[in-house]
């Protein structure tokens, strides 16, 4: 199979930019004619190979910039945004769509930020309340879906907060438990911890300066609280800085990533950077060695993988998605070319949903998407007990996977049949943009595709897709 081209002209004006060059400086340093250069930013012509090693060797660029930037998360997106039934008769071809994410990123970007506005304001109007003009409803976009939007574009990768929490990691006077370290830090501060028999996992009190954690809360719940509130209260500026570099429309935006951050802080602290990274690599990311390793639960180690984002230590580019019973994706990240939906559930022939029939077992899953590309996913359920009798049990499912070039990197992958195409199961992203016309679990019909109605015939599904 032929390499494929790679067009990233976006990225790579970015990157000179961000050097300060010219056109003309640049074109000087990397051994290309300007009109050469200037042909490959307006994605005129592919990057090349010479240009890619010159980058590296002439500015020490990460070159897998070049391939894994926002393209494919912006073309997922405008593909579900087109889905929309109010765009329905326009539905520009997918090309249209990698021209527009690859050459005009910023106005893709603003395309996605306008369809916001209008499910915003159209779910609002839906309610009498809301139709009737009250002050706050306003076409802005929803604070959860801004903030998740934030860390989906920096890869779930925010170097500085990642940088602070393993400095913070590093053993002093030879103290290694990462949750006596963070007693400490508070108590420093003159905040007393305590335990208590509270519904509440974590409540702090600044008059008092008190923290009180939840006994019904397991170890490792406590102990990510106690680095969160240490990130809160001494890594306050950096927190700050980084949410004013974000712009988000509004307080409430920004509360939230606030404490997005912190529990970014809270998930790195307690798996520092290099050491997850090579535990990883030596454990070949079994989850269950790594979480007790770290004093981790598996979604915390789960999740943590899915960031190791680093530019120059990269670890295995991770997909990884929490949802609930009913479908809904309450977390999503993806360093793979998989993307997930927006809005809605998850494809239902994911191993994901299958996480809530097999309690404590670990699902696996080789599954390819329309676009032939093939991963491995592995599925578990996670059950978050409320720790006394009645108290409600919330039960998630996680999955994390990676494409099949980096099966051997997983100890789950062994004993799968990688070679056999057949082993693959067909999975997509939504329905409305999945492009198999066989899928026996559609729900609605594709929004690119005629369909052929025929009252004296009936198949799996009530209709056929041309």
């Known amino acids: 199979m032929a390499a494929q081209k790679l067009y990233a002209g976006a990225k790579l004006r970015e990157i000179r930019q961000r050097l300060g060059l010219t056109q003309k400086d ?46 494919e998360r912006l073309v997922s997106d405008m593909r ?116 208590a028999d509270t519904d509440a996992l974590r409540h702090y009190d600044p008059g008092e300066k008190q923290l009180t954690l939840s006994l019904r809360a397991a170890p490792e719940t406590q102990t990510f609280q106690l680095l969160l509130q240490v990130a809160l209260l001494e890594q306050d500026k950096l927190l700050e800085a980084t949410l004013d570099l974000a712009r988000f429309q509004s307080e409430t935006s920004r509360a939230i990533a606030k404490i997005g951050l912190a529990n970014y802080f809270a998930g790195a602290a307690l798996m520092p950077y290099a050491r997850i990274l090579e535990a990883a690599r030596v454990e070949r990311h079994d989850l269950e060695v790594l979480a007790m390793r770290f004093g981790a639960s598996i979604e915390q180690v789960a999740h943590r993988l899915s960031t190791l984002q680093r530019p120059g230590a990269k670890g295995v580019p991770f997909f990884f998605v929490r949802v609930d019973q009913a479908g809904t994706i309450t977390k999503r990240h993806s360093a793979t070319l998989l993307q997930f939906a927006r809005y809605g559930g998850a494809c239902p022939l994911w191993n994901v949903h299958r996480a809530f029939e097999t309690p404590g077992q670990f699902l696996r899953q080789l599954a390819e998407t329309p676009d032939g590309v093939r991963y491995v996913s592995l599925a578990h359920d996670v059950s978050k007990p409320g720790g006394r009798w009645g108290a409600p049990v919330r039960r998630y499912a996680i999955a994390l996977g990676c494409e099949v070039a980096h099966a051997d990197k997983l100890v789950y992958a062994d004993g799968l049949d990688i070679g056999n195409p057949r082993a693959f199961e067909p999975i997509g992203i939504s329905c409305r943009i999945c492009e198999r016309e066989d899928c026996h679990q559609r729900s609605v019909p594709p929004l690119e595709r005629k369909l052929t109605i025929d009252p004296n015939a009936r198949g799996t599904l009530p209709y056929e897709v041309g």
């Open 80 to 195: 579900e945004a087109m889905a929309d039934p109010v765009l329905a008769e326009i539905s520009p071809p997918l090309a249209d769509l990698r021209l527009t994410a690859s050459n005009a990123p910023t106005l893709a970007r603003a395309f996605l930020h306008l369809h916001r506005a209008y499910r915003q304001t159209h779910e609002r109007l839906a309610s009498l309340d809301e139709a009737l003009g009250r002050e706050d409803a306003r076409a802005t976009p929803s604070p959860w879906d801004e903030v998740r939007d934030f860390f989906h574009y920096c890869d779930n990768y925010i170097d500085a907060v990642d940088r602070a929490a393993e400095h913070f990691a590093t053993p002093v006077r030879n103290e290694n438990n990462i949750r006596v370290r963070a007693v400490a830090a508070l108590g420093n501060r003159g905040v007393r911890v305590r335990f």
């Open 26 to 71: 640049f074109a000087a340093k990397l051994g290309v004619s300007l009109p050469y250069l200037n042909q490959m930013e307006n994605n005129n012509r592919p990057v090349s190979t010479s240009v890619v090693l010159a980058m590296a060797q002439e500015f020490g660029v990460d070159v897998t910039e070049l391939s894994t930037g926002d393209h």
